[in-house]
């Protein structure tokens, strides 16, 4: 079937007041649901399609349309509140203590997870802690279809400021979690799974600090608690930052928006020193991170070939990307992999993002002109001039180091290459100075023993550089 029917309406009913809400929706065939549901996880029911132990594997087709439609239903708030009303919650909770049929557990996640759209029903699912516990154990399941919607639920709890510290506190306090995300992140192949988990630890990390700490310090090998389906009952021990990689190799490709997610991971990280040093002392010594991101800037973003307006839809993963490398790159002066002799390539892709940048530049200022008459425009070229300002700080940031650790020969073949030249530095000067003068004269003095020619016109664009041989 190519999609659920229709749900029925109120109006095929006998007898009056049987609408949900303002809804044409019949209150009794969702209660005649609810309660086959029930029925569904009774032992003493037996079906054709049942376990051993006498509970259904497989939902027969009638009853998988029927709870498909409370699924599309769900996401009218009258209807939301009509099965709150009536307990569908506590219904979900047997179901999920009962049930051995994954499309089941898979719906009944999925309803709760519309009906948490709405903020008080939010609040009494996320305060009911029998039901917090029930639902994080969800992510130990080895259904995929079910650990999408059980992250698209707690990403929607975790969205609500007034519950989204219950919902920090028990997953702080529930080891299995950190378990359970990095099984998921280091081994699936579920692309739009990857991304929905990634954007639960994203925002597990951007609420609490004190999580981000606990998890980048976590690695114990713990036993998970029972057994879900074929779940294994312990999990290697996992590393944070290994498993985010893995991810991210799996998304790359397909999702940009993923992409975008397991990058912003990664900064989050790299804004406490643990995390920094979760990164660089891995056992390959922060190796494969850096050659992830490198990969990234200088063979697949913002690219020669690509139009400079491509910078404005990369903003936010490339200010990830170069603000990891950076941190890479300022604890790693001495590992083989951040020398530049290795890198080259890396000054021509971050002169190229600030070349692009400029040409947005110029556009947002005509789009701004445009747009005076609207406050809705201005705000929208504000805030793209706001993320574009963020890129450029780290971008230039970035830049200014590897410069300043270019030696002679180094830019002899940055030169050869074509990374260095009057027009590429020229744009560097520009958006180094006066910030960088000490990076840029450094560098200004190691190109006039490769190029003097090159470093006279560049001292003659930029007077206020006063380099002495």
Request: aromatic share 6%; glycine share 4%; with cysteine.
């Amino acid at each position: 079937m190519d999609r659920n029917p229709s749900p029925p309406s109120s109006e095929a009913e006998e007898g009056e007041g049987d609408a949900v809400g303002n809804t044409v929706y019949s209150k009794h065939w969702l209660f005649s649901i609810l309660t086959r549901l029930i029925e569904v996880i009774s032992p003493e029911k037996t079906e054709p399609a049942v376990s051993p132990g006498g509970i259904q594997t497989e939902l027969d087709e009638e009853m998988e349309n029927d709870i498909c439609k409370v699924w599309d239903m769900s996401m009218d708030e009258d209807v939301a509140l009509f099965l709150q009303e009536f307990n569908a919650p506590d219904i979900f909770m047997g179901v999920f203590a009962k049930s051995k049929c994954p499309r089941l557990t898979e719906i009944c996640v999925g309803i709760l997870g519309n009906m948490a759209c709405f903020q008080d029903i939010c609040m009494s699912i996320s305060k009911d802690e029998n039901l917090g516990q029930v639902l994080l154990q969800r992510l130990c399941d080895s259904d995929s279809p079910t650990l999408l919607e059980t992250s698209r639920l707690l990403l929607t709890c975790l969205s609500q400021p007034e519950v989204a510290n219950v919902w920090v506190e028990r997953i702080r306090e529930n080891p299995s979690v950190y378990d359970c995300v990095c099984f998921i992140m280091s081994s699936s192949t579920n692309v739009e799974l990857l991304v929905k988990v990634g954007e639960v630890v994203d925002k597990l990390f951007d609420l609490d600090e004190e999580l981000m700490l606990n998890w980048i310090k976590n690695g114990t090998c713990r036993s998970v608690g029972p057994s879900v389906d074929d779940s294994p009952e312990e999990l290697p021990d996992f590393k944070i930052v290994p498993c985010i990689l893995e991810a991210a190799k799996q998304v790359r490709s397909d999702n940009p928006e993923g992409l975008d997610v397991y990058m912003h991971i990664l900064q989050l990280l790299t804004t406490v020193d643990e995390g920094i040093q979760a990164i660089v002392q891995a056992p390959d010594g922060g190796k494969e991170t850096w050659s992830l991101l490198y990969d990234l800037v200088c063979h697949e973003l913002c690219q020669p070939d690509d139009p400079p307006i491509i910078v404005q839809e990369q903003k936010t993963v490339l200010a990830s990307i170069l603000s990891v490398l950076s941190a890479i790159f300022a604890s790693q002066t001495e590992q083989e992999y951040t020398k530049m002799r290795k890198n080259m390539p890396l000054i021509g892709s971050l002169i190229r993002i600030l070349q692009y940048m400029e040409g947005c530049g110029r556009r947002s200022v005509d789009n701004s002109k445009e747009s005076e008459q609207g406050e809705t425009g201005r705000a929208d070229v504000n805030e793209e001039d706001f993320h574009l300002k963020i890129l450029k700080d780290i971008c230039c940031e970035l830049l200014s180091n590897v410069l300043q650790d270019l030696t002679k020969e180094n830019t002899l073949e940055g030169l050869h290459q074509g990374h260095l030249n009057e027009q590429t530095c020229s744009c560097a000067f520009q958006n180094l100075l006066p910030l960088y003068f000490a990076s840029v004269e450094s560098f200004l003095e190691v190109l006039r023993e490769a190029d003097q020619t090159l470093a006279d016109n560049l001292e003659k664009r930029f007077p206020s550089l006063k380099v002495h041989a």
